[in-house]
């Protein structure tokens, strides 16, 4: 079955650095783009960061461009969010997506968290 | 940007009723156009995508129609695992993906 596990969230000061990670298996990693949303506390649903199956492309949403970058492993399955000069705003839910057709598997999520 | 509006904020039924879901288009998406449920705690679940196309294992009881800039999803008659908050995203503009603000069904 598949299955999409993230890792890496935590509390960080605002200026620092966090890098998520999102496990995948249960499916052909490699035909897949690979996209990360985040919800804010109490918040609706924001996409962040996509990358295309071959790790060709990657597109970023304004509010993180320049400071966010996504990446692709696909010898070990595996998608990255490096995210640099943290900000309050960015405290959410960040979760891994499958990206087919539409976001078909989510993960759990991995809470980051901005604060002094 | 293509904004999505959904209505309304809060459904308030019983279970057995009828639910009907809005989501509109700041401008014509065709058919792009998927639905989510999100229960408290949980990841967000697929359950319709190209408007009307139901996912994988998603009960005959949700139903998704429109195109363009109206759509509306409709779940037949309420179980108790259905009350949660269900989303509305277009990918007619990708890979600037935008979900809708969200409808909370509650009992």
């Known amino acids: 079955q598949v299955q999409l596990v993230e890792s890496g969230g935590g509390v960080v000061q605002p200026g620092r650095s966090l890098r998520l990670s999102c496990a995948a298996s249960?499916?052909?990693?490699?035909?897949?783009?690979m996209r990360w949303v985040r919800q804010a506390p109490g918040k609706g649903l924001e996409w962040v960061a996509v990358?295309?199956?071959?790790?060709?492309?990657?597109y970023y949403a304004d509010s993180v461009k320049g400071r966010f970058t996504i990446s692709r492993d696909n010898s070990k399955n595996m998608v990255f969010l490096q995210m640099n000069s943290l900000k309050a705003e960015d405290t959410a839910v960040y979760f891994c997506?499958?990206?087919?057709?539409?976001?078909?598997?989510w993960g759990q999520g991995s809470q980051v968290t901005v604060s002094s | 940007e293509i904004v999505l509006t959904q209505s309304p904020a809060t459904l308030s039924l019983s279970p057995g009723e009828r639910a009907t879901l809005s989501c509109r288009a700041s401008?014509?998406?065709?058919?792009?156009l998927a639905w989510y449920q999100q229960r408290p705690g949980q990841a967000p679940r697929l359950l319709i995508y190209?408007?009307?196309i139901r996912a994988t294992g998603v009960p005959a009881r949700f139903s998704g129609s429109g195109s363009g800039t109206d759509f509306t999803l409709t779940i037949s008659s309420l179980e108790p695992e259905d009350f949660a908050v269900y989303y509305c995203?277009?990918?007619?503009?990708?890979?600037?993906?935008?979900f809708g603000p969200g409808t909370k069904v509650d009992i």
């Open positions: 997506a499958r990206e087919g057709v539409v976001l078909d598997y």
């Open positions: 249960g499916f052909t990693f490699t035909n897949y783009g």
């Open positions: 990358i295309r199956f071959d790790g060709s492309n990657q």
């Open positions: 401008q014509s998406i065709s058919y792009y």
């Open positions: 190209d408007a009307s």
């Open positions: 995203q277009q990918r007619s503009n990708w890979p600037h993906l935008t």
